[in-house]
Nanobody
């Protein structure tokens, strides 16, 4: 079991760099696939990116490719999601999640979730 805590959400200008962080406050992430999802107001939670337990495999939602980068540091029990060019449509609550079913974009395949961190991108 693992407990996840996201941080780094803030108000940024479009085009500024942004990094959100997910750290395990209990347990270890090193055996889990880790994913990032986001939820905009009035929208369903959507997949952003996922990374295998070793970091060797990364997958992104088609609309996120080239703009977001997922990475992990198992020694620090932390996963990161970065973008160098956020857009107003990237506004939402960003959630990290841990699962054991391999790199997948399905919410149902993740077992543990953090509480989310709010990202707001102004134009």
């Amino acid at each position: 079991q693992v407990q996840l805590v996201e941080s780094g959400g803030e108000l940024v200008q479009a085009g500024d760099s942004l990094r959100v962080t997910c750290t395990a406050s209990e347990g270890t992430i090193k055996t889990y696939t880790m994913g990032w999802f986001r939820q905009a107001p009035g929208q369903e939670r959507e997949f952003v990116a996922t990374i295998s337990f070793s970091g060797g495999i990364k997958r992104y939602a088609d609309s996120m490719k080239g703009r977001f980068t997922i990475s992990r540091d198992n020694a620090k029990n932390t996963v990161y999601l970065e973008t160098s060019s956020p857009k107003p449509e990237d506004t939402g609550i960003y959630y990290c999640a841990a699962g054991i079913r391999g790199v997948t974009s399905r919410k149902e395949d993740y077992d543990y979730w953090g509480q989310g961190t709010q990202v707001t991108v102004s134009s």
